[in-house]
Nanobody, 128 residues
Framework: QLLESGGGSVQAGGSLRLSCVAS????????VAWFRQAPGKEREGVAT???????NYADSVKGRFTISQDTAKNTYYLQMNSLKSEDTAMYYC????????????????????????WGQGTQVNVSS
């Protein structure tokens, strides 16, 4: 199970930190991703982190967003700085685990179909 929080409304240039609490996962290897979906648009991958702490970012958020994890708390974060109006979307946490799970090492570009587990989403609104 994945539970996101931390969304809200912020002005352009501001910051938000999203959290995703994971429960029920048992494998040592995993991949956690943040996706987002704006109205009328496809769901797109924003960032990923794997059990080796390798991270990947979409070009649109590189240098502004940071994905991280606190394994003791089973919590994954997306720190979003210098927010822009085009960052407005519903943000989803997604995960896969296990030796046959998705490999999201360096260079991986997340695909929605790679992740079986999803949270309910948290809304981010950025006003210009």
């Amino acid at each position: 199970q994945l539970l996101e929080s931390g969304g809200g409304s912020v002005q352009a240039g501001g910051s938000l930190r999203l959290s995703c609490v994971a429960s029920g996962y048992t494998y040592a290897s995993y991949c956690v991703a943040w996706f987002r979906q704006a109205p009328g648009k496809e769901r797109e991958g924003v960032a990923t982190i794997d059990s080796n702490e390798i991270t990947n970012y979409a070009d649109s958020v590189k240098g502004r967003f940071t994905i991280s994890q606190d394994t003791a708390k089973n919590t994954y974060y997306l720190q979003m700085n210098s927010l822009k109006s085009e960052d407005t979307a519903m943000y989803y946490c997604a995960a896969d685990e296990g030796p046959w799970g998705v490999y999201c090492g360096g260079g991986y570009q997340p695909r929605r179909s790679d992740f079986p587990d999803w949270g309910q989403g948290t809304q981010v609104n950025v006003s210009s």
